[in-house]
């Protein structure tokens, strides 16, 4: 009896033991699963942004070169948020910012890519999606974790109250508004920025000694063909001019084209520049008119070029924070960025292309392609318009006037 007795409490000991053993890992298990959450979560989105499987789709050398322009300030605005956001833990911080160190995209022109072959274009496409992809993704991840559509919604409040105020007629695109019916602030914005961009057109201009074309380099239709190349050479433009002249000798096929720039022409919409993308700013110019030989060549002697920036540009004027443009429609959230360092870099983009088109009539232009003019030119030209505009006083004062008024 005395055994079976000492073997039952021995038995109801080790019961208790397991029991207590089972106890403690579940315990500590739970403990380990609730602490180590945040750690998975993170582990699954990270991977979940870098996931690389995507559907190509064809894009055309203006577009690719314009994708890569605006992930580079997209990565800008991101580490911004990432700096700014209260919400994020350390961790979460420290790993987007490393992953956004790796999302890396080549910088390349239009001319590079007209040399690549098929397949390594096909490579540079794929790039880019997957790129814009990973930037879209981490952009999501960050809002997530600010648990902010009450934040967002209030943001885009704000947004349409100071609409209402800028524009109290309403913005439109045509006619432009009139100036009766523009707000004292936007007279004051446009003849501001309109002195601005003038300022740094000229001073480039004389910089770089560039002048009007020296011939007139309109196309001329003969039959439905282009009796000149997109883009001639200076040879092939002498060949061509030659030949007009000596099939029609009364014709002054030398003249002179003018050109004029007229600086900053106002706003510009969300639906305006090129599909998949806001244009944070559009140069204009009117395209050479093809002539034709019942019009005895007496076309397109002037050209008029000219810069629009995004309406919503003056919302920034609020202060720091307020650097985005947010739209929410049936297919999400997008914005555009708005603050003022991407403003600086939108004028001297544009610039370049203004500068381009001054002086070289028929600069990347083909059928392929609907506006050109991002080639290795533009490029070096608006590298150097941005350091010519931020080593200029002027930049300062008009970083002083766009935040006198919060």
Not at 166 to 173: H, I, L, N, T, V
Not at 293 to 306: G, L, M, T, V
């Amino acid at each position: 009896m005395k055994n079976t007795g000492n073997r039952s409490r021995k038995s109801n000991l080790l019961t208790y033991l397991l029991f207590f053993l089972l106890l403690s890992s579940l315990i500590i298990g739970g403990i380990y699963w609730y602490y180590t959450e945040e750690d998975r979560k993170l582990a699954h989105t990270l991977a979940w942004i870098k996931d690389e499987n995507i559907e190509y789709k064809e894009l055309e050398n203006n577009s690719i070169v314009a994708s890569i322009e605006r992930s580079i300030q997209e990565k800008k605005y991101i580490v911004k948020k990432l700096n700014n956001n209260v919400n994020l833990s350390q961790k979460s911080k420290i790993k987007f910012k490393k992953l956004l160190e790796e999302i890396d995209q080549e910088e390349i022109d239009q001319e590079t890519l007209e040399n690549k072959t098929k397949e390594e274009r096909k490579e540079i496409i794929r790039k880019v999606l997957i790129t814009k992809r990973k930037l879209d993704r981490l952009k999501w991840a960050i809002k997530e974790s600010e648990k902010d559509d009450t934040e967002t919604n209030k943001y885009i409040k704000e947004q349409e109250e100071w609409l209402k105020k800028f524009y109290p007629f309403g913005w439109r695109k045509e006619p432009p508004l009139s100036k009766s019916e523009q707000t004292e602030e936007d007279k004051e914005i446009r003849l501001k920025l309109n002195d601005f961009i003038k300022t740094f057109f000229k001073k480039f201009i004389i910089e770089k000694n560039l002048s009007e074309p020296n011939y007139i380099q309109l196309v001329r239709e003969a039959e439905g063909k282009k009796q000149l190349p997109p883009e001639p050479s200076l040879e092939k433009i002498k060949q061509e001019t030659q030949k007009l002249k000596n099939r029609f000798p009364k014709v002054d096929v030398d003249k002179k084209m003018r050109v004029k720039f007229n600086g900053f022409q106002g706003w510009h919409g969300e639906n305006d520049g090129e599909e998949g993308g806001i244009a944070a700013g559009l140069t204009l110019y009117n395209k050479s008119e093809k002539l034709t030989e019942d019009k005895r060549f007496n076309s397109c002697e002037i050209r008029y070029i000219s810069i629009t920036l995004h309406k919503n540009f003056p919302f920034s004027r609020k202060g720091k924070e307020y650097y985005r443009w947010i739209t929410k429609n049936d297919q999400g959230i997008g914005d555009v960025l708005i603050g003022w360092d991407n403003l600086i870099e939108t004028i001297a983009h544009e610039l370049a292309h203004a500068v381009i088109n001054f002086s070289r009539v028929h600069y990347r232009t083909n059928k392929k392609i609907k506006m050109g003019g991002h080639g290795i030119l533009h490029s070096k030209y608006t590298r150097e318009l941005h350091l010519m505009i931020k080593n200029n006083p002027k930049y300062r004062e008009l970083k002083e006037f766009w935040f006198s008024k919060n």
